[in-house]
C-alpha cells in the first residue's frame, strides 16, 4: 500500500531557481514529516521536517510548506546549487508506529552550472 | 561524535546462504531500525528495536530476522538468500520518535 507520493520523479533546475517537490498521504494518523537528501553511496540524511501543527517551516534555502487538510506537503529549495543534486525523499511517521518511517518514491535532482 | 555505523559496506553472496549485517547507533539513541532500499526506490521498512525489544516489523517474510543487543547496537540477519534481497541495507538511529539518522548502508548483492 503506496501511504506516501511523491512527485515529480526527476527535476532538473538552473543554478540559482527554485526546486518544488511534493507529496501526498492519505494516513491521518502520520504527525510527523521530514525530508531527506541522499548522495550515491550513502545513506539518506535528514534535511528539515515539519509537524502538523505549523503550516511553514524554513531553514536556510529549505522550506517546507504543509497542507493538513489537503494531506500535501511539499519541499521548497530556494536558490539550487549543484551540490544540491542529489535525491530527495519525503517520509511521514504516525505516533502509533514508533519510530516508523514511510518514505515517498524519491525525486532526482539536478542542478546545472 | 560519530554517527551510525555500519558493517560490512559491500557483501557479495550466493543464492541460499546466509548473511549478518551489523549497526551501531549514535551515542544515546535507544531505538535502531532496519530498512530495505532497492535501487531507484525508497527506504522501505523492515524492523524496529528500542530497548532490546522488538517495536515494530514491516512487510518481510520470516527469512529476515533481527536483534538488538545489551550496548543498544543490532544485527540484521537475513536466511535462504533470493536474488530479490539484493538491496542497499540501511540502519538508522532515533530516540524514540522524531527524526531517523541513517548509516551509509550495507549494499548487498545476491548471485
Known amino acids: 500500500q503506496q501511504q506516501v507520493k511523491q512527485s515529480p520523479q526527476s527535476l532538473i533546475v538552473q543554478k540559482g531557481g527554485i526546486s518544488i517537490i511534493n507529496c501526498a498521504y492519505e494516513?491521518?494518523?502520520?504527525?510527523?514529516f521530514p525530508w531527506y537528501q541522499q548522495f550515491p553511496g550513502k545513506g539518506p540524511a535528514l534535511l528539515i521536517a515539519i509537524r502538523p501543527d505549523v503550516s511553514e517551516k524554513k531553514e536556510g534555502r529549505f522550506t517546507i510548506s504543509f497542507n493538513k487538510s489537503a494531506k500535501q506537503f511539499s519541499l521548497h529549495i530556494m536558490d539550487s546549487q549543484p551540490g544540491d543534486s542529489a535525491t530527495y525523499f519525503c517520509a511521514a511517521q504516525a505516533e502509533t508506529s514508533g519510530s516508523r518511517l514511510t518514505f515517498g518514491e524519491g525525486t532526482q535532482l539536478t542542478v546545472n552550472p | 561524535d560519530a554517527g551510525v555505523t555500519q558493517s560490512p559496506t559491500h557483501l557479495i553472496k550466493t543464492r541460499g546462504q546466509h548473511v549478518t549485517l551489523r549497526c551501531s547507533p549514535i551515542?544515546?539513541?535507544?531505538?535502531v531500525s532496519w530498512y530495505q532500499q532497492v535501487l531507484g526506490q525508497g527506504p522501505q521498512f523492515i524492523f524496529q528495536?528500542?530497548?532490546?525489544?522488538?517495536?515494530g516489523r514491516g512487510n518481510f517474510p520470516d527469512r529476515f530476522s533481527a536483534r538488538q543487543f545489551p550496548n543498544y547496537s543490532s544485527e540484521l540477519n537475513v536466511n535462504a538468500l533470493l536474488l530479490g534481497d539484493s538491496a542497499l541495507y540501511l540502519c538508522a538511529s532515533s530516540l524514540v520518535r522524531g527524526g531517523l539518522f541513517f548509516g551509509s548502508g550495507t549494499q548487498l548483492s545476491v548471485l
Open positions: 551515542s544515546g539513541h535507544k531505538s
Open positions: 528495536y528500542y530497548e532490546k525489544e522488538e517495536r
Open positions: 494516513n491521518t494518523a502520520f504527525d510527523y
